[in-house]
């Protein structure tokens, strides 16, 4: 199944735009398109290839041209050479990779350089020291998927229900940069919205110069800055006002932005807990690219269909976004929450599926029900979330992190707490989305599916969040894939969809809200393979009602 972007895909380069909008430099060269590639059953180095692989899209893809779902005994192999333009380097030459599923080893010109493990955040290889006039990088991969403990999200290599085709490999974008022997290496950007500020914080060494709002300031790096905001504007969902700013470190300037927003928990007029976030599930798969969109146009698709329909929320399923999305959510004034990719052993059904009817909440210290007995797995989950927030960080969109949800593989939620908290002190945390809640955080998160929702307020005093519901299948032939429908609550026409939804919101969510429910989350923006509850079809060729129909029922104005 393709989405209406396929056909106008350039197959010689692939998502050409510049991959990180908050660390532009001038250098770029952007590697997507065709590369050689191999898959072998052995660790040594394949004698020929097998073919081409359209990168970054994933072997398991339609758009990737292979068609094949990587076993955990496999070893995938990318080949690409690649002649450096003239004057391009002017120091160092750094090789990012967007994202690589799941442990990646990178060689160039014969040399081994480095190895990454995590399916869904950057990383950089500097290949100075072995560049030649060509040069041939190879990177093998390996993904275990679900025969491994480490965070995969809902990928199966059994695809059912809720749990989706795997993808393998190399799934975003890869690019070269040039840069000074002494540069830039991140910014960490901190709004201070209280006193009409940004703290910005340059890891580098030297002075530094930022350039804002035509005034320049001088500070060293590695030390926070705090630098004033003259024409003070709040960043919202209605007005996401961005500001550009540019760092300079000796011979090296990068250009970025930020915004002035603040996330909190505060208490209303009533005395009541309250987040004012109305939003939808958001899973981030397409049928032709699995984890990766065809084009920049169809993330801000999604994004753009998300607000018109009258949401000003998406909760980033179980999956890390490449880095334009979060700078579309950014610019189009769209909240985040991030969920973190689950991991751990196989969920016992037991565990993950009976408090959805019972509501009992169990102690999350006990690794063996939640299938987090190997201890290495739990500290690379831990470390994967804390550079998932340290990676993420900047972006004003996300207002909320998500550790865990529905108790796939949780395991001692403070301790996750504490981990975000060690990089982000300056947003809001629903440790367990769904159930198994410990008690403490600012939020109890509650997913309601196979009865009515009846706000009660949290006896703890916390902020209630509705984190899932809804679920509605609307099934629209020649744009779903055979086999049983997944969802929870099927509608066979599309009026009766329109009143069942119309009626959800009138009757369970809108007096809820008045109540005290502080936020809610419908379940979902698109169908995702044999999971049918969307609004809008898979191949994201049909919306299953008009959008100002959809606007109606669910707009919900911030009072």
Request: aromatic residues 12%; hydrophobic residues 35%; negative net charge.
């Amino acid at each position: 199944m393709l989405t209406p972007w396929a056909d106008t895909l350039d197959r010689a380069q692939p998502l050409p735009e510049y991959p990180r909008p908050q660390m532009v430099r001038d250098s770029y060269l952007n590697l997507n398109g065709p590369w050689s590639y191999a898959i072998t059953t052995s660790a040594s180095k394949p004698a020929q290839a097998d073919g081409t692989i359209l990168v970054p899209f994933s072997p398991e893809s339609e758009l990737s041209g292979v068609g094949h779902v990587l076993q955990p005994e496999e070893y995938l192999w990318y080949i690409r050479t690649v002649t450096l333009p003239d004057g391009f380097n002017v120091g160092r030459v750094l090789l990012h990779f967007g994202a690589v599923d799941q442990t990646a080893t990178v060689w160039c010109n014969g040399v081994e350089l480095a190895t990454h493990t995590g399916g869904y955040l950057p990383f950089t290889v500097d290949i100075t020291e072995v560049l030649a006039k060509e040069n041939t990088i190879l990177v093998c991969v390996r993904d275990a998927t679900n025969k491994s403990q480490l965070p995969r999200g809902k990928q199966t290599l059994h695809p059912h229900g809720i749990w989706y085709t795997p993808q393998s490999g190399i799934w975003q974008t890869v690019w070269l940069e040039s840069v000074p022997q002494n540069y830039i290496r991140s910014l960490h950007v901190t709004p201070l919205f209280d006193t009409h500020q940004v703290e910005i914080t340059v890891e580098g060494e030297g002075q530094c110069m930022i350039d804002l709002e035509g005034k320049r300031f001088t500070f060293p790096a590695g030390v926070p800055a705090h630098v004033p905001v003259q024409s003070f504007r709040p960043w919202s969902p209605e007005h996401p006002t961005l500001y550009p700013f540019s760092v300079t470190l000796g011979d090296d300037t990068v250009y970025s932005y930020f915004a002035m927003r603040k996330c909190s928990v505060e208490t209303d007029k009533d005395g009541v807990r309250r987040l004012f976030h109305n939003g939808l599930l958001d899973q981030g798969y397409w049928p032709d690219g699995l984890y990766t969109a065809p084009s920049d146009d169809a993330l801000v698709y999604d994004i753009q269909l998300a607000k018109d329909m009258g949401f000003n929320m998406l909760r980033k399923h179980i999956k890390v976004e490449c880095d334009r999305w979060y700078y579309h959510c950014d610019r189009l004034g769209m909240l985040v929450w991030q969920d973190m990719p689950c991991g751990g052993r196989r969920y016992d059904p037991l565990i993950v599926s009976t408090p959805l009817v019972t509501g009992w909440h169990l102690d999350d210290s006990w690794y063996p029900l939640f299938g987090r007995t190997n201890v290495t797995a739990r500290k690379a989950f831990l470390n994967e979330l804390r550079d998932m927030v340290t990676t993420l960080y900047n972006h004003p969109c996300i207002a909320v992190w998500v550790p865990f949800n529905e108790g796939w593989g949780q395991f001692d939620s403070q301790t996750a707490v504490q981990v975000i908290r060690s990089v982000d002190k300056t947003r809001t945390i629903d440790p367990a989305s769904g159930w198994h809640d410990q008690g403490f955080g600012d939020v109890s998160s509650l997913h309601v599916y196979f009865q009515k929702y009846r706000f009660q307020p949290d006896k703890l005093g916390r902020a209630t969040l509705l984190s899932e519901f809804g679920g509605y299948v609307h099934r629209v032939e020649g744009h779903a894939i055979g086999g049983k429908s997944v969802g929870y609550k099927t509608c066979d026409a599309p009026l009766s969809l329109e009143y069942a939804l119309q009626a959800l919101y009138d009757e369970q969510i809108r007096p809820a809200i008045a109540q005290g429910l502080s936020a809610a989350v419908y379940t979902q923006l698109s169908d995702v393979e044999h999971e049918l509850n969307g609004l809008v079809t898979y191949d994201r060729s049909i919306v299953k009602l008009p959008v100002q129909t959809l606007h109606k029922i669910f707009y919900i104005e911030n009072e």
